[in-house]
């Protein structure tokens, strides 16, 4: 099916229509759900949370943009509703961690486990601004608006998970370096 015939049919409520959506975009948008859950069933969890909202509201897509990011945008807003109500912890992917973190020589060899463990290890209001503005460019008026905290907060948040990565990438290298010897 192309793509406006499935988002017709979404909005006629037709099934095979539902189904190809979500064969559509189930993949990409279980990877945002990952960013903002604590596992890989909290992030099922939330992607079925999001297609439900995406098939409820799906007559207000007006074809602006993409739907992919309109879809992913509803899977922010759901992750969000979640952490404002049970403190959701988050998972970064590897590239955009990569880039935001420091001593990126030796994130080389840092596995993606590693890297994860060591975010899930943050408090979890540094997680979620560490993603809304690292991974999914969100500002941090915006950051502000959604997690009901300050620009303020949401700036120092940021430095501090930022800090705290940075702390445990070093702690993480000493032990390889002493383990190398």
């Given amino acids: 099916m192309v793509q406006q ?10 099934r095979k229509s539902q189904r190809a959506l979500y064969d559509q975009y189930a993949a990409s948008l279980y990877g945002c759900c990952l960013k903002y859950a604590s ?6 969890d939330i992607l ?18 993409s739907l992919e990011g309109w879809c ?8 969000l509703q979640r952490y404002r109500g049970a403190k959701v912890y ?24 590693d890297l994860l463990a060591m975010v899930q290890q943050l408090p979890d209001r540094y997680r979620m601004v560490f993603s809304l503005y690292a991974l999914d460019g969100f500002s941090h008026q915006e950051i502000a608006e959604l997690m009901d905290i300050s ?7 940021l430095s501090r998970a930022r800090a705290s990565l940075q ?3 070093q702690a993480w290298r000493r032990k390889m ?5």
């Fill in 48 to 65: 079925q949370d999001s297609f439900i909202t995406i098939f409820e509201k799906i007559q207000q897509f007006k074809n602006e943009g």
């Fill in 72 to 79: 992913k945008r509803i899977a922010i807003n759901t992750a």
């Fill in 90 to 113: 988050l998972l970064e992917d590897e590239q955009q961690l990569v880039e935001e973190m420091p001593e990126v020589e030796y994130l080389e060899q840092l596995g993606l486990e």
């Fill in 151 to 157: 620009e303020g907060t949401s700036k120092s948040n």
């Fill in 177 to 181: 370096n002493s383990d190398a010897v």
């Fill in 39 to 44: 596992n890989a069933q909290e992030a099922q």
């Fill in 5 to 14: 015939q499935i988002l017709e049919g979404c909005r006629k409520g037709d």
């Fill in 167 to 169: 702390q445990m990438v």
